[in-house]
C-alpha cells in the first residue's frame, strides 16, 4: 500500500526554522522525484522545491531560494524540507509528493503538514 506521510508543521516565529518531513513507504522511493508543495488559505497550491530521483539536482521557487533546502534519504525511503529565517507568508500547508514518470506517470501525495509563521 503507498503512504506518504509528511511531519514538522508547527507554528514558529518569523525568523525561525523547521524541518520538514516525508516519510514513504509502499513504492520504489529511488524511482521517484520529490517535490514539497504549499497551499496557503486562499491561495493556489504551488511548487516549493524538487529534488531529482538520484538525488543530483535540486529546484526552488523564487519566493524560498536561499532558505529552502530540500534533500532526501533513500535508505530511510523519506525527504525534507530545511526551512530558515521564516516569514508570514511561508505560513500554508506543506505537501509531499512523489512521482514517476514514462510511459505511465506515478503520482503520490501526503495528506501535508501544516506551518504557521506567527509572532
Known amino acids: 500500500q503507498v503512504r506518504i506521510v509528511e511531519s514538522g508543521g508547527a507554528v514558529v516565529q518569523p525568523g525561525g526554522s523547521l524541518r520538514l518531513s516525508c516519510a514513504a513507504s509502499g513504492f520504489t522511493f529511488t524511482s521517484y522525484h520529490i517535490k514539497w508543495y504549499r497551499q496557503g488559505v486562499g491561495k493556489e497550491r504551488e511548487l516549493v522545491a524538487l529534488?531529482?530521483?538520484?538525488?543530483?539536482?535540486?529546484t526552488y521557487a523564487d519566493s524560498v531560494r536561499e532558505r529552502v533546502t530540500v534533500s532526501r534519504d533513500d535508505a530511510k525511503f523519506e525527504a525534507y524540507l530545511q526551512m530558515n529565517n521564516l516569514k508570514a507568508e511561508d505560513t500554508a500547508v506543506y505537501y509531499c509528493?512523489?512521482?514517476?514518470?514514462?510511459?505511465?506517470?506515478?503520482?503520490?501525495w501526503g495528506q501535508g503538514t501544516q506551518v504557521v509563521v506567527s509572532s
Open positions: 509528493n512523489a512521482r514517476r514518470g514514462g510511459t505511465r506517470v506515478y503520482d503520490y
Open positions: 529534488i531529482t530521483k538520484d538525488g543530483t539536482n535540486t
